[in-house]
């Protein structure tokens, strides 16, 4: 989870690479999409209009969280409220930005937590089983302690007597070897009372409750924690994002058909990065008219999203919306046939990697050499819309726009469909 290096500004020096252990508070660091945090930081400047952290490791937060330079007017607030700050651990996904370190190592807020799990580790606190059986043995020791004494003292004749003159007791006889004699027996009838046979039988009983377990497809590590599931009446469960993949991905979509007041819906299967994982039912490349072809063009080059491997996942880098329809245009494919078997061969040859972990992506590059991006204008709050403007072949320039789901007028909507004729 932690970050190995950083863009680190030191005595007006950019070290590239300065490992995460040397980073100290007060040094300026820089972060760009896909970069992991080195340590807790303060935004100090933003070098896009938006800045988008995935904390969900440290918050459990699925989306990504907007960030800012603002300053916050509260001493103690919790992680989700310090907008101004970014985390060791947590991952940038969406612009970049200059930040100032303000704590490392078991400073940082992961650290902390880490260092709770640590302490916790050390902690052993008694199950319930032990706590019964130690309340279990201080009664039995009770009982045969007083049992023993009890005994002993039913015989003190045997071995104490005494003559009684005028109401007194007089000539008193003490026998010692009669005392530790009736004293062994009282010993022994402590012994015999011992509950040898205890441990084996708990030992067992804890076993058979396990090979039940496991036939129900748990499985136990402890034999004591069998006890404690049987006494467990409430289990209280919070869903996050922690609990997912945190994986994004699309699962229906639609475009006009050949008539404006048709429709087309399309169901995707896969819920995964993986482009490889399903695919489009019913779909075939061959009947991709310009609608659908201008979706998957916005898609692939209205997108700032990449997908790597970690040799057992497919990860993202960037916004997971995007990501997904980066997905969702491999699994669309491109409409020229040579392109189609070009990229297919790729997939097949398992020539799918770049430099060990990223993924290349045959229909998305296909999609982006088509046109050469001139500008980009970023998501932000207020907009709600991404848009990109792309110079085509014949010199002319296009703006591509992706926009949240909400409902434009006609004439903003007939607007993004003329071409811009930027010189």
């Known amino acids: 989870m932690q970050c190995e290096s950083g863009k680190v500004l030191r005595d007006g020096y950019m070290m590239p690479d300065l490992p995460a252990r040397e980073l100290v508070p007060g040094d300026i660091v820089e972060l760009r999409v896909g970069d992991k945090v080195p340590a807790d930081m303060r935004v100090a400047v933003l070098k896009t209009s938006t800045l988008r952290v995935e904390q969900s490791s440290l918050t459990g937060e699925a989306m990504p969280v907007l960030k800012g330079t603002a300053p916050i007017f509260m001493y103690d607030c919790e992680l989700q409220a310090k907008e101004n700050m970014v985390f060791a651990g947590t991952t940038v996904v969406n ?31 008694d199950t319930p089983l032990k706590k019964k059986l130690d309340e279990f043995g201080g009664r039995l020791t009770t009982a045969i302690g007083l049992a023993c004494l009890i005994v002993w003292a039913i015989n003190y004749k045997n071995f104490l007597s005494w003559d009684v003159v005028d109401g007194w007791p007089a000539n008193i006889r003490f026998s010692f070897e ?76 639609f475009t006009l058909g050949g008539k404006t007041t048709s429709s087309r819906v399309f169901h995707v299967e896969g819920t995964t990065y993986d482009p490889k994982d399903g695919g489009i039912v019913d779909w075939t490349c061959y009947n991709m008219d310009a609608n659908l072809q201008a979706m998957a063009e916005i898609c692939a080059v209205c997108n700032d999203a990449g997908i790597f491997c970690d ?8 916004l997971p919306t995007e990501a997904a329809l980066k997905v969702l245009v491999e699994k669309m494919g491109v409409p020229d046939a040579k392109a189609r078997d070009k990229i297919r061969d790729m997939q097949l040859a398992a020539n799918y990697l770049i430099d060990r972990s990223t993924v290349k992506l045959g229909s998305c590059e296909w999609w982006t050499k088509r046109v050469k991006r001139l500008a980009t204008l970023e998501f932000d709050r207020i907009r709600k819309s991404m848009s990109v403007i792309v110079r085509e072949p014949n010199g002319q320039n296009r703006l591509l726009v992706k926009r949240l789901r909400v409902y434009w007028s006609a004439v903003h909507m007939c607007n993004l469909q003329m071409d811009l004729l930027f010189q």
């Open 95 to 125: 612009g970049s930005c200059i930040c100032v370190v303000i704590s490392t190592g078991m400073k940082t807020e992961i650290g902390k937590i880490q260092k709770q799990i640590h302490e916790a580790s050390l902690e052993e606190s």
């Open 311 to 318: 040799g057992r996942l497919f990860r993202a880098t960037g």
């Open 178 to 253: 009669k005392c530790t004699y009736y004293f062994k027996i009282a010993v022994a009838l402590a012994v015999a009372a011992i509950p040898e046979g205890l441990p084996a039988v708990i030992t067992t009983c804890l076993a058979l409750g396990t090979r039940k377990m496991a036939q129900k497809n748990a499985i136990v590590r402890k034999l004591p924690s069998v006890e404690t599931l049987g006494c467990t009446t409430v289990i209280c469960s919070d869903k996050t994002g922690t609990l997912t993949t945190n994986q994004m991905s699309a699962t229906e979509f």
